[in-house]
C-alpha cells in the first residue's frame, strides 16, 4: 500500500470511528435537543449530522461513478430520526472506507465526473476524497460546538488514528468490531 493509500484508509477509519462516536453522543439528546434552534450554519444538530450525510452520499455516488440521485440527497437532508440518519450514514461511511481500500495510486489521480445536474465538473479522485473527509470534520467540529449548549459533555472527536490513542478509543472500536491491528496496518 502506498503512502498516499495508507492515508486516504487512515482518514476513511477516523471518519467511521469519529461519526460512529458523535451520534452515539447525540442519540443520548432528547428530538428537541436536536432539533433546537443553534447559532450555527444549518440551525440545529439534526440538520447539520443530516447535512453530513447528504454531502458525503453526493460525493461517494460520483466517485462509484453513479448519476446524480436527489431522491437519496433529499431523503438525507429531510430525515428527522437520528436512528435511521445514523444507520444511513454507517452504510455510507464503511462504502467509502471499500472504496478507498479498493483504489490503486493510478487510481487516485483519475479524473472522476461529478453531475451536478445543470453541469458535470471533473477533479482528480485523490481532490474529491481530501475535500469530503475536510468536509466531514469541519461539520462534525460543528456539531460538537452545538452539543456544548446542551447539557450533554461533547465526545473527543480527534483521537483515531495514532498508536497513543488505543486506549481512548477502546469502546468505540469494540462497538465497531474493529481491532487494533487492522487501524494500524
Known amino acids: 500500500m502506498t503512502e498516499s493509500l495508507r492515508i486516504f484508509r487512515k482518514l476513511a477509519l477516523a471518519n467511521r470511528l469519529a461519526n460512529a462516536r458523535l451520534h452515539r453522543a447525540c442519540?443520548?439528546?432528547?428530538?428537541?435537543?436536536?432539533?433546537?434552534?443553534?447559532?450555527?450554519?444549518?440551525?440545529?444538530?439534526?440538520?447539520?449530522?443530516?447535512?453530513?450525510?447528504?454531502?458525503?452520499r453526493f460525493y461517494l455516488d460520483a466517485l462509484l461513478g453513479r448519476p446524480l440521485d436527489r431522491t437519496r440527497l433529499d431523503e438525507a437532508t429531510?430525515?428527522?430520526?437520528?436512528?435511521?440518519?445514523?444507520?444511513?450514514?454507517?452504510?455510507?461511511d464503511m462504502t467509502l472506507l471499500a472504496h478507498v481500500e479498493s483504489l490503486s495510486p493510478e487510481?487516485?489521480?483519475q479524473i472522476v465526473s461529478i453531475d451536478r445536474g445543470a453541469?458535470?465538473?471533473?477533479?482528480?479522485?485523490?481532490?474529491?476524497l481530501s475535500?469530503?473527509?475536510?468536509?466531514?470534520?469541519h461539520h462534525r467540529g460543528q456539531v460538537h460546538g452545538m452539543l456544548s449548549?446542551?447539557?450533554?459533555?461533547?465526545?473527543?472527536?480527534?483521537?483515531?488514528?495514532?498508536?497513543?490513542?488505543?486506549?481512548a478509543r477502546a469502546d468505540d472500536m469494540g462497538h465497531l468490531?474493529?481491532?487494533?491491528?487492522?487501524?494500524?496496518?
Open 27 to 56: 442519540s443520548l439528546l432528547d428530538q428537541s435537543d436536536l432539533d433546537a434552534p443553534r447559532p450555527a450554519f444549518f440551525g440545529t444538530i439534526q440538520k447539520t449530522l443530516n447535512h453530513i450525510l447528504m454531502v458525503d
Open 78 to 92: 429531510f430525515c428527522l430520526d437520528l436512528a435511521t440518519l445514523a444507520t444511513w450514514q454507517a452504510a455510507n
Open 107 to 109: 487510481a487516485l489521480v
Open 119 to 128: 453541469r458535470v465538473q471533473h477533479d482528480r479522485r485523490d481532490d474529491i
Open 131 to 137: 475535500h469530503v473527509f475536510l468536509h466531514q470534520t
Open 149 to 167: 449548549a446542551t447539557a450533554l459533555k461533547p465526545p473527543q472527536l480527534d483521537e483515531f488514528i495514532v498508536g497513543d490513542d488505543a486506549a
Open 177 to 185: 468490531g474493529w481491532s487494533e491491528t487492522e487501524l494500524m496496518r
